[in-house]
């Protein structure tokens, strides 16, 4: 019990004697000479100081033009003991080599000002900042909806010195990061090194990401060198129609029909189609998501032959595109859904022309039927062949795939 109560006494004893202490003490520099730049032994000082009450410190230097440079503005500290690292950066540069007088300030909640001055010396110091020459954001604007349309932007520029760059939009209250470069001549390095950076920007959509709100955005680059220096550039981009495209096979659902043949029937799980007669499946699509999405011919109803794929058809995978696919086992195209079809008839779409071409999309909500044919006039692999119906959204990702695997008994 005795100890206790001694420990008790030390402490208030402790407390009263800090709580009573000067108000600014301890105040040191060390080193006191540095020289601010890549590889120094003494690229920074470390300033020690101690307050013995509540206090909001401040932290300037006054050079021997008599110009004063704050470092540390009426930052609010608890009694105790303090350590700050300086660069020799103030702002966004590093100051110049010269002789400089560091004051530390201590004002109290009573008004009570102490000051301290110490001695510094600048020498061989770094005060050249990193450059971000040419540097580019284009296009201007923007829709990241992968359409393949104004889906991308490219930004660029030249690095003049190793420094960390951070690049990102902003519209002013929130912070958007733009990610990974698309091309650089570094390697695993915080510092990113001189030479030309490159970055394809989409706004987050590939990650499946929603991308920032429609509007005009400030797209920043910030380079900071090893000791402190900065640039900051910055251009505008505008993004519209911005959002993740989302459609859907209804149900999953998808009515099979061997054409011109609604008496051959075999067992119930498989559909009997001879050689030379045709297959015809129908789906139901909805756009359920926030964007309209971009679709091309053939139109529905559109008949293939087996020796045919949508590209003999002249209708070539474009990226961005969203149509209904049909593919079978055996297939020998060389790639996934030889045969495929647009969403919905092109006089159910919306037409849109950008910079004079004309694009066909289907609009949020929307829903459309989709019916495609295959004449079988080539010998499948087997009698008894599977085939099945996607949603494909073409150069991106198989949306829907294997969507209701349909047997068909080809007789020959």
Not at 80 to 109: I, N, Q, S
Not at 243 to 254: D, E, M, Q
Not at 328 to 342: D, F, I, L, T, V
């Amino acid at each position: 019990m005795l100890k206790r109560l001694a420990a008790i006494a030390l402490f208030l004893f402790a407390l009263s004697a800090c709580s009573s202490g000067a108000l600014l003490d301890q105040v040191s520099l060390n080193p006191s000479a540095i020289s601010p730049r890549t590889g120094s032994a003494n690229a920074a000082t470390t300033i020690h100081y101690a307050v013995g009450r509540p206090a909001n410190v401040s932290i300037y230097l006054i050079d021997t033009q008599g110009a004063r440079h704050d470092f540390r503005t009426d930052q609010p500290r608890a009694a105790g003991t303090y350590d700050a690292l300086f660069t020799g950066a103030v702002g966004d540069r590093v100051l110049p080599d010269g002789k400089y007088t560091v004051v530390v300030e201590a004002k109290d909640a009573a008004g009570q000002v102490a000051k301290i001055e110490k001695p510094l010396t600048i020498s061989g110091a770094d005060s050249t900042p990193p450059e971000l020459l040419n540097y580019t954001v284009f296009p201007a604007s923007f829709t990241p909806n992968q359409d393949g349309i104004d889906d991308r932007v490219t930004i660029r520029y030249y690095l003049t010195k190793p420094a960390k760059v951070d690049v990102y939009l902003t519209d002013g209250k929130n912070r958007y990061e733009v990610g990974e470069k698309k091309t650089t001549l570094c390697l695993k390095d915080e510092l990113s090194c001189v030479g030309p950076h490159e970055y394809d920007y989409d706004g987050g959509i590939d990650q499946g990401a929603t991308p920032p709100p429609n509007g005009t955005y400030d797209v920043i680059a910030d380079a900071v060198d090893a000791v402190g220096n900065r640039t900051v550039v910055s251009k505008k981009l505008t993004i519209s129609d911005g959002g993740v495209p989302r459609a859907t096979i209804t149900n999953s659902g998808v009515d099979w029909a061997p054409q011109g043949l609604p008496s051959l029937k075999v067992e119930p799980s498989a559909l009997l189609v001879p050689l030379g007669n045709t297959l015809t499946f129908t789906v139901t699509v909805t756009n359920i998501g926030p964007v309209p999405i971009r679709t091309a011919g053939p139109e529905p109803g559109t008949v293939y032959t087996t020796s045919e794929n949508f590209n003999t058809l002249g209708d070539y995978e474009q990226p961005g595109v969203w149509r209904v696919g049909l593919d079978s086992e055996g297939n020998s195209a060389g790639r996934p859904y030889p045969y495929r079809w647009q969403l919905g008839s092109s006089k159910e779409l919306k037409h849109v022309t950008i910079d004079g071409k004309e694009y066909l999309y289907l609009m949020p909500g929307q829903r459309v039927t989709v019916s495609g044919s295959v004449r079988i006039i080539d010998k499948p692999p087997r009698i008894n062949v599977y085939y099945w119906v996607g949603l494909i959204q073409e150069d991106v990702r198989f949306v829907e795939d294997h969507v209701e695997p349909k047997m068909v008994t080809v007789e020959y």
